[in-house]
């Protein structure tokens, strides 16, 4: 009797330990692998509309089906949670946004400062999705790249991943791209750059994602959008370039540089009551292409000629995205000001109260160092 | 090695402290720092390092007084019966509340990271059945169930933190030596919680095979806990700056799920990283369950330390189910340390000491008379 008693207890625990209450079988999940939220609108009398991308059950059952591989679900609501509700509503499966490899904010959105500080909050409280999660901005509307049919990538959020993992070059911010260094941003001065990702269509009328430049935010609200080459600008100053391919025009055509490693070292001094900024950069790369001509690119004279070409092209990079976030954007968007908070706490104490002037007015000195490791492989 | 005479040796004494520390309250450790002294945090943490080991060198000195008495029967000899009775029941019912809290954050966490629909009745049901088992086998028991587990927390912890070091950003730490020296003093008075169960040290006397080596055996322990709590504050701290730790809930726990493993195929890598952690949780609310009937049963003088598992372990869950806000279990931690965690760590150590000394009571005093 007493050895029967024992087996009962480990039987009982059995019961407990699976953690039943919470079990969900495979096939009843809805696993979200790419979220776009955007501004409701339109006839919507809601606030948010939101998307979110799954894996559709047939092309999960069988790859050869001819249905599509995915499955688009909108729904729009007063906040996003209750948006993602209405959502789940309209689902057999439970959905799950344990999976999701990306988040995409529309424009519109962007630009209204209440409502991207809810978006990014409701991103940060909702305990399935993690802080590992890509952030990318688009100018059009998030959505719109959910539902995009595109053959070769069918899922955003996987294209976006495996795109970061295995192919990220510069201009892409690679630095910048999960929620957990955008918010880090965000709370240290409420701007930051959030990549960007556009639906384009090539002549035949096929659809494609293409990744490259950011968006702004000044203030928790979308300053404006850089381009790839002034993403660029600011990755050489955040010493985060490798992989770029800097191009400049030669005797015998265009000469690239494919850069393997770009460290920088930011440098605070004032002059005169004015705040200068040095960004040393030291770049390495190696020459991927010298337009056949007959100049020998192992002379060291002809390997110094071509550094100070692509010194001065960085230089210029550097100068154009440093011009366009103080002047147009007014969007520290480098954490210039936490910087020197870390640096220079006293410097730091004089300017904060008015560091918006005093960010427009600090000039950013470059000083670039490019050491030219190799002239490419002639076979 | 392997006899049952309920004894055990310094290096079991000092993994069994280091588990029974290293609680759910580390989760949060970096996040509190932050709030009383920003970036500094770390600070906090280092003073209170070095203040819990000159609290384990007192404690173990309490001990050596008289090696083979319980708590209950040295406060007996050195003040009077009646307060001695009464100081094992106050400790008694500290520990049990101490269980209550960490269970009760420890049914939280499990909650809202892997098991949201489960009932806290049942996940806090499983982990105080399964503990007063471990209990009720005996001292000798724990030690080598410590003994196993501790390389499984430690190991895979240790490595993550490794790696975490590659992916931090050390300015997050400047500027430092800017905190106020009284932010810092109110966040060592009010952070000292995390060092609870230290003092389980004063009753865990009898049960040294070599109680002339605990004293540097169990103050090492407590220096080495805190140099892993400075570790972990620092670098978690280094990892998303001092702006937004303060914001997250359990700041480790995120860092954990951030370290990018090499070759690692685990989604879910916090979970994961909890598993390790709900090791350390069972090893807390075992000690406390077993310390606390062992107290009563010195107390109360009567029969063996089982039937006062059980009723210690009713009364956790009982104060674990009461308690409906989570956010609650903070306030009432810090209020305990101050209280009852200060007075058995710091004061009530120095008092026995001093009468010890004036009174000439004691092995070593008795000796020299």
């Known amino acids: 009797m007493k050895s029967k008693l024992k087996l009962l207890f480990p039987i009982a625990f059995l019961f407990l330990a699976s953690g039943c209450w919470d079990k969900v079988e495979l096939e009843s999940r809805g696993f979200v692998v790419s979220l776009g939220i955007d501004l409701g609108g339109g006839e919507s009398p809601f606030r948010y509309s939101v998307s979110a991308s799954l894996p559709s059950v047939n092309g999960m059952r069988d790859e050869a089906s001819n249905d599509s591989s995915k499955t688009v679900k909108k729904a729009d609501g007063p906040d996003i949670s209750s948006a993602l509700s209405l959502m789940g509503m309209s689902s057999s499966q439970k959905l799950y946004l344990g999976q999701a490899r990306l988040v995409i904010f529309g424009a519109e959105l962007l630009g209204d400062e209440e409502r991207f500080k809810e978006a990014i909050d409701a991103c940060e409280r909702n305990h399935e999705i993690g802080r590992k999660i890509f952030v990318l901005s688009t100018k059009g509307k998030a959505s719109d790249i959910l539902e995009a049919d595109i053959g070769e990538e069918p899922s955003a959020g996987i294209y976006i991943e495996n795109y970061y993992r295995n192919a990220s070059s510069s201009g892409t911010l690679k630095s910048h791209q999960g929620l957990s260094n955008i918010i880090s941003d965000l709370r240290s001065g409420g701007n930051t750059l959030i990549p960007e990702v556009e639906l384009k269509y090539t002549q035949g009328g096929d659809a494609y994602l293409e990744l490259g430049g950011c968006a702004a935010v000044k203030g928790f609200k979308l300053a404006g959008f850089l381009d790839s080459k002034q993403t660029r600008g600011f990755e050489w100053v955040m010493g985060d370039a490798r992989g770029a391919e800097v191009s400049v025009p030669f005797e015998s055509g265009n000469e690239p540089l494919s850069v393997s490693s770009g460290r920088s070292k930011i440098r605070f001094q004032e002059i005169g009551g004015n705040l200068e900024c040095n960004v040393d950069v030291k770049v390495r790369g190696s020459i991927a292409e010298s337009g056949f001509s007959e100049e020998s690119l192992y002379d060291a004279s002809a390997l110094s000629k071509r550094s100070v070409k692509y010194e001065e092209a960085i230089k210029q990079e550097i100068l154009d995205c440093a011009k366009l976030l103080q002047e147009d954007f007014g969007a520290d968007a480098y954490g210039f000001l936490d910087m020197l908070r870390k640096r220079s706490y006293s410097a730091y104490k004089r300017v904060e109260g008015e560091w918006e002037e005093n960010f427009k007015k600090m000039k950013i000195i470059p000083n670039v160092t490019v050491d030219i490791i190799s002239a490419g492989a002639i076979k | ?369």
């Not at chain 2, 079991?12 to 002294?37: C, N, S």
Request: with cysteine.
């Open chain 2, 1 to 369: 090695m392997f006899s049952m005479n309920n004894k055990i040796s310094v290096r079991q004494l000092q993994i069994l402290l280091i588990i029974d520390i290293f609680g759910t309250g580390v989760i949060i450790l970096p996040r509190r720092a932050v709030e009383f002294a920003g970036q500094d945090g770390w600070i906090i943490v280092a003073i209170l390092a070095c203040l819990a080991t000159g609290s384990a060198y007192l404690m173990s000195s309490v001990g050596r007084l008289f090696p083979s008495e319980s708590f209950v029967r040295t406060a007996s000899k050195l003040l009077s019966k009646p307060a001695g009775k009464a100081l094992g029941l106050i400790f008694a019912a500290k520990l049990i509340l101490n269980c209550a809290l960490e269970i009760r954050m420890f049914g939280e966490i499990i909650r809202q990271t892997m098991l949201p629909n489960t009932p806290l009745a049942v996940v806090a049901g499983a982990a105080i059945s399964i503990s007063a088992y471990a209990a009720s086998k005996g001292y000798e028991a724990r030690a080598r169930i410590a003994q196993i587990i501790f390389p499984i927390i430690f190991i895979p912890l240790i490595i993550v933190f490794i790696l975490a070091l590659r992916q931090i950003d050390m300015t997050n730490l400047l500027p430092v030596f800017v905190a106020k020296p009284a932010d810092i003093f109110r966040g060592t008075l009010r952070m000292g919680s995390a060092f609870s169960c230290m003092e389980l040290i004063l009753i865990a006397h009898p049960f040294f095979a070599n109680p002339e080596k605990a004293r540097k055996g169990a103050s090492s322990a407590i220096l080495l806990v805190g140099a892993l709590m400075l570790f972990i504050t620092i670098i978690t701290i280094a990892k998303f700056g001092p702006f937004d730790v303060s914001r997250q809930l359990w700041p480790v726990l995120e860092m954990m799920d951030m370290v990018e493993m090499p070759g690692s195929f685990i989604e879910r890598q916090d979970a994961l990283m909890l598993s390790f952690w709900i090791l350390s949780n069972f090893a807390i609310t075992n000690s406390c369950l077993f310390f606390s009937s062992i107290l009563l049963k010195d107390v109360i003088e009567k029969g063996r330390h089982l039937p006062y598992i059980c009723v210690s372990a009713l009364i956790t869950a009982a104060i674990a189910l009461m308690i409906t806000n989570a956010e609650q279990v903070y306030p009432i931690i810090d209020f305990l340390f101050l209280t009852l965690g200060l007075g058995f760590m710091v004061v009530l150590p120095i008092l026995l000491l001093v009468v010890a000394r004036i009174r000439k009571k004691g092995v070593i005093y008795e000796k020299q008379t």
